[in-house]
């Protein structure tokens, strides 16, 4: 059978396979369904994103309770399975990955644009829409290789995250577009990004069996031990010859440094500088001298300052001793989980300095630690965790807090409420429960906390529920100490984000209670 006759087969399997996907697709978005959620009286199907309040239906506004509106776990079976037919065709054309006359599978209602004419570039290039998508994004969804690459010629940043997490990479990924992955990463897109469930690239591409996607992802250093939020690997999901390609690679020589140094330079874009694009600087119980530095550098470089912390805020200046720890406060607390730039204020007296703020560089005014945690690199660690775009430090944790609604509770110089403490868990995406949680009803080991899923002799590998009490006042009669479920005083919590990881409560003198194994 000639090659045209071989184009025509599986345009036909092509069509099938389009009618077929237009039967998953979101009733809002009308692209194939993303994590679906189905309501139960309507049967109307939606991503996860697509939705806001699950107690109406989005498209016919019909009421439903929590117990009507469910993952449909079906279609989603459905789904990967027409991703994985998907595949097949484009695996039987190896040669012509580059041409046009290769089928295309449009898992979408909507039609690609492929047009290899001059593409427009948006002026605020990384402007997400409603869903958070850019439209890098877009481009990469449609399998419009000339868009990307416009696109990323023009700057667009490869390491954009939907609202479910979702980057262009993950996305290409997914569908098995090798060219779109390849231009990406060569832009400096980020392998080893975490989306929802902390999945990565290579935990797709293994999920799928992509071996040609596999070995792309390798050349461009993708990590092999990643965790997902079950604990596992890319290596734990690959069949015995994807497992043999994994674990006998090696790298030919030191031909990626150029896409590695790409990959610096997008974490630049991070508020790096003072003058970035997008910086809010929050000033925090600045001396006279420094508020008045900090208000003139603001002045003559349109330096955004703020009065108060929001999630805005990329830059809180500090006063700091000779050692650069900084005494510590809520607000400090909260600037570590968010990921900010923490700097002592002897940063301003040296930009007074300067003409061009863009030249200094932050890292030799970023502040150490806490005066309670001296030198422990928190903040530093903690930044580079957003700049890699990793979870929160509380990710895969459920707190309840068996404290009093209305009491405060000091810790040192810090006080606290059961309010200001919850918002320290959503800061680092952890969630806060309303209930004490039954370590009968917990699925045991069904979520691994992010932060320690690469350490299975890491007490708290496995736990992901936590108890906080503040011992003599309200102190439960009992605590549990079991794998997935601990209690826990409230000095360990302050600690774990004083240092920025979860701590072993044996570091800090805390023995394991015996009342509840």
Not at 109 to 118: D, F, G, I, L, Q
Not at 238 to 244: G, I, N
Not at 493 to 513: C, M, R, W
Request: net charge neutral; glycine share 4%; proline share 5%.
């Amino acid at each position: 059978m000639d090659l045209m006759n071989n184009v025509d087969r599986w345009g036909n399997t092509q069509a099938a396979l389009k009618d077929f996907m237009i039967n998953f697709s979101c009733d809002k978005c009308n692209y194939t369904a993303r994590d679906p959620i189905r309501y139960q009286k309507c049967d109307h199907l939606f991503c996860t994103t697509c939705i806001g309040s699950k107690s109406q239906c989005p498209v016919c506004n019909t009421p439903a309770e929590r117990n009507e509106v469910y993952p449909d776990k079906i279609t989603q079976k459905l789904i990967g399975y027409g991703n994985t037919i998907s595949q097949v065709v484009h695996k039987s054309y190896p040669s012509m990955k580059n041409d046009d006359t290769a089928p295309s599978i449009n898992l979408s209602v909507k039609e690609h644009n492929v047009s290899t004419k001059s593409q427009s570039i948006p002026k605020n290039i990384n402007k997400p829409n409603m869903n958070g998508e850019t439209p890098l994004h877009k481009a990469c969804l449609k399998r419009n290789i000339e868009k990307v690459r416009s696109l990323l010629e023009a700057g667009a940043n490869p390491n954009t995250q939907d609202h479910a997490k979702w980057t262009p990479l993950f996305e290409a990924t997914s569908y098995g577009y090798y060219e779109i992955c390849k231009l990406l990463l060569e832009a400096g897109a980020n392998p080893d990004t975490p989306v929802e469930q902390n999945r990565t690239a290579l935990h797709e591409a293994v999920k799928y069996n992509n071996i040609e996607m596999i070995k792309l992802l390798q050349q461009y250093k993708a990590d092999v031990n990643a965790c997902d939020s079950s604990g596992k690997t890319p290596l734990d999901y690959a069949s015995e010859e994807v497992h043999k390609i994994l674990t006998s690679y090696k790298p030919a020589d030191n031909s990626l440094e150029k896409s590695l140094s790409n990959i610096s330079n997008i974490t630049a874009l991070y508020n790096n500088t003072l003058t970035s694009n997008g910086t809010h600087v929050l000033g925090l119980n600045l001396s006279s001298e420094s508020q008045l530095l900090l208000s003139e550098l603001a002045s003559k470089y349109k330096i955004k300052t703020v009065k108060t912390f929001t999630a805005a805020v990329t830059h809180v200046v500090v006063e700091a001793n000779i050692q650069c720890d900084t005494p510590v406060n809520y607000v400090v607390l909260l600037a570590i989980l968010h990921g900010d730039w923490i700097l002592a204020s002897e940063l301003l007296r040296h930009c007074a300095n300067f003409t061009d703020l863009s030249t200094i560089e932050l890292e030799f005014f970023e502040v150490q630690g806490t005066t309670n945690a001296r030198g422990s690199g928190a903040p530093t660690r903690a930044r580079e965790n957003m700049q890699k775009k990793n979870p929160g430090l509380f990710n895969g944790c459920n707190f309840f807090f068996a404290i009093n609604n209305q009491s405060t509770y000091t810790f040192g110089d810090l006080q606290f409420t059961k309010l200001t403490l919850s918002k320290l868990i959503t800061e680092g995406e952890g969630k806060v429960l309303n209930r004490k949680p039954d370590p009968e009803s917990i699925r045991t080991y069904e979520e691994i906390p992010f932060h320690v899923g690469r350490n299975v002799s890491h007490p708290l590998h496995r736990c992901s529920h936590y108890i906080i009490y503040v011992p003599g006042m309200d102190e439960p009669q009992i605590k549990y100490n079991m794998s997935h479920i601990r209690s826990l005083p409230l000095i360990w919590l302050i600690e774990s984000i004083e240092q920025f990881k979860l701590l072993d409560p044996a570091e800090i003198g805390i023995i394991p209670s015996a009342d509840k194994e």
